[in-house]
């Protein structure tokens, strides 16, 4: 799977989006941009994943670069319930999935 | 519909035991997956199952563990002669095939502490 970077925390205020950046730079052809969120202890909860395309989906929105190294992901109105760690994971859809540190994100009122 | 359950939710054993971890997955679902989760980190891979073809055991930390899906369905995560360092949060997670981009749906979790 490839190597993904994300910052370790960010904050966003109630309401507003939230843009969560991740870094995938030796992401090979086949392999997906997968974003994965845990909230407290729960198990991991799958929100969105693309290839190359933008996506979106009732959750949220997946825009990826063109050279495809980066991607970020959108919630675009932000609630206190998107309070959770969310991961950035590049992995064809073959295996399993390589969960990294992720970004905590902390919705602020 | 139901999700993927896990049992026991909890489970408390002595250094030397062996314990049993059960996963139900979704209905249907064709790939199985086992996780470890060590506090403020993220799920470490184990081992996975399509059908009851265990696929990939490379993530199994020693030969203490194993696991089994004899029919597909259901799986169990077996730790023998449990030692503290084993203690962790153990996720299962299910997807609907595994030649697709996998979304994977993830159980509760089996919290094992070995005292």
């Known amino acids: 799977d490839a190597k993904t970077t994300q910052p370790p925390s960010m904050d966003c205020a109630e309401g507003r989006a939230a843009n969560l950046p991740c870094n995938h730079s030796?992401?090979?052809?086949?392999?997906?941009v997968y974003w994965y969120r845990q909230i407290h202890s729960q198990g991991p909860q799958y929100i969105i994943h693309?290839?190359?395309n933008n996506e979106t989906n009732e959750m949220a929105s997946l825009i990826i670069t063109e050279d495809r190294k980066s991607s970020t992901l959108i919630l675009p109105h932000a609630t206190l319930r998107d309070t959770a760690v969310y991961y950035c994971?590049?992995?064809?859809?073959?295996?399993?999935?390589?969960f990294g540190s992720g970004t905590r994100l902390q919705v602020q009122p | 519909g139901a999700g993927v359950s896990q049992s026991p939710r909890y489970k408390v054993t002595k250094r030397g035991q062996d314990v049993a971890l059960r996963c139900d997955p979704i209905?249907?679902?064709?790939?199985l997956y086992w996780y470890r989760q060590a506090l403020g980190q993220g799920p470490e891979f184990l081992t996975y199952?399509?059908?009851?073809?265990?696929?990939?055991k490379s993530g199994l930390p020693n030969d203490r563990f194993s696991a089994e899906r004899p029919e597909g369905s259901i799986s169990t995560l077996t730790i023998q002669r449990t030692e503290q360092r084993d203690s962790a949060m153990y996720r299962c997670a299910s997807s609907l095939e595994s030649n697709r981009a996998n979304e994977q749906y993830f159980g509760p979790g089996t919290r094992l502490t070995v005292t």
């Open positions: 030796t992401i090979s052809g086949n392999e997906y």
């Open positions: 199952f399509n059908y009851e073809a265990q696929q990939d």
């Open positions: 994971i590049g992995a064809t859809g073959r295996r399993a999935l390589t």
């Open positions: 693309g290839l190359k």
């Open positions: 209905s249907g679902h064709v790939s």
